[in-house]
């Protein structure tokens, strides 16, 4: 079972990170979260103390079904999610799966990629088939640490860059090249949700994100806040106003569904007596 972790009370909250950082990258989001839910933070397959995700499934569908595992594990019948970078094709594989276990989904930085990264990532998988060691070499030491800080920090120094480093350098580096080498379409696929059951959902987009490619024009379930891509960390106060109203929304929306439900239960005692 994947390693998870509970703080707070309420209605339950998954929380999903991004890649090749663990579920430290909520640290400065929990405690704007966890008076109002009970959070569970999760490190997907292959990342921090998970294990292995099995070679033969594709990945995101594969961290959807160990999402599941652990859900019904948890005896969580279910919950709202709030997913960060790749993670959002994490939460999007499991909508798609389980969409009645699923109260509102959030999208952190989504990943639809800026059309050069696609390219980039095309580059990058042609490489590792004809010679993997040099597309190792690229994703490590230096040319990995620049990487981070150009797509996570818009080149800024900054000591969370230092540490998402020293998290991403303890990963699989197999792993590592799994998570974005099996973006749907490269990273530019769109969003697919199902529409029955739908499920409510809000895309927080970082203005400042050099990463993705956030909406000429956005819909209306579209946030943009001034932040890069490492908006949990350095932007957490605009992340938690633009998400605690839709999901504070449904958890109100599901306590009126129970509260209704047991009336009705009240009624249908009173009248078989």
């Known amino acids: 079972m994947l390693p998870y972790q509970f703080i707070g009370n309420g209605h339950p909250l998954l929380l999903i990170h991004g890649w090749g950082v663990t579920y430290k990258v909520w ?3 929990v405690p704007l ?3 109002h839910f009970q959070l569970i933070l999760v490190e997907l397959p292959g990342v921090g103390e998970a294990c292995e995700v099995v070679s033969s499934k594709p990945y995101y569908p594969a961290c959807a079904e160990d999402l599941e595992k652990l859900r019904l594990a948890l005896g ?7 997913a960060y970078s790749t993670g959002t094709r994490v ?8 969409p009645h276990r699923v109260t509102r989904a959030v999208f952190l930085c989504p990943i639809y990629l800026r059309e050069p990264w696609q390219i980039a990532l095309k580059i990058e998988q042609w490489i590792d088939s004809k ?8 994703l490590s030491e230096w040319r990995l640490y620049w990487m981070l800080l150009f797509v996570g920090f818009n080149l800024h120094q900054h000591d969370y860059a230092d540490e998402w480093m020293s998290e991403i350098e303890l990963q699989p580096l197999e792993n590592l090249k799994r998570m ?3 973006l749907p379409g ?8 199902p529409t029955s059951p739908p499920v409510p959902t809000l895309f927080v987009w970082g203005r400042y994100d050099v990463l993705t ?3 000429f024009r956005p819909r209306s379930n579209d946030v943009i806040i001034s932040a890069n891509h490492s908006a949990p960390v350095l932007a957490p106060h605009l992340v938690a106003a633009s998400v605690l109203p839709f999901l504070k929304e449904g958890d109100m929306l599901q306590n009126n569904i129970t509260k209704r439900g047991k009336k009705d239960l009240l009624i249908q005692t009173e009248h078989s007596a």
């Open 27 to 29: 640290h400065k989001l």
């Open 33 to 35: 979260l966890a008076p």
């Open 76 to 82: 969580i019948e279910q919950w709202a999610i709030l």
């Open 91 to 98: 939460a999007e594989a499991y909508v798609q799966q389980y």
């Open 131 to 138: 010679r993997s060691a040099l597309a190792n070499w690229i």
């Open 180 to 182: 974005v080498l099996e």
């Open 186 to 193: 490269k990273g530019r696929a769109p969003f697919t949700l």
């Open 213 to 215: 490619a956030r909406p």
